[in-house]
Nanobody
Framework: VQLVESGGGLVQPGGSLRLSCAAS????????MSWYRQAPGKEREFVATIGPTGGVTHYADSVKGRFTISRDNAKNTLYLQMNSLKPEDTAVYYC??????WGQGTQVTVSS
């Protein structure tokens, strides 16, 4: 199993970023995938999850209405569109193959 996140960076408050997670080594279209994040000095927390076909999604209250999780099973890629970013969204973002495989993370910093 390999999960490689990309798309992080520095963005101003109110801005947008799209994270990607390229998956390999397993049948991507058959598994639930999730995004988590970990801010400095805090525990890793759930952000969003998506079912195998993309038809079912669930979000943490803190990102609901601002973030959108999606997937392209033909490309074995998971996405997280992040809009209206806030400084408190600053964290390392990880993709996860449920239940137990993680990527290396990508840093998102929201600051003016």
């Amino acid at each position: 199993v390999q999960l490689v996140e990309s798309g992080g960076g520095l963005v101003q408050p109110g801005g947008s970023l799209r994270l990607s997670c390229a998956a390999s080594g397993f049948r991507f279209s058959s598994v639930i995938m999730s995004w988590y994040r970990q801010a400095p000095g805090k525990e890793r927390e759930f952000v969003a999850t998506i079912g195998p076909t993309g038809g079912v999604t669930h979000y943490a209250d803190s990102v609901k209405g601002r973030f959108t999780i999606s997937r392209d099973n033909a490309k074995n890629t998971l996405y997280l569109q992040m809009n209206s970013l806030k400084p408190e969204d600053t964290a390392v973002y990880y993709c996860k193959k449920v239940p137990d495989s993680w990527g290396q993370g990508t840093q998102v910093t929201v600051s003016s």
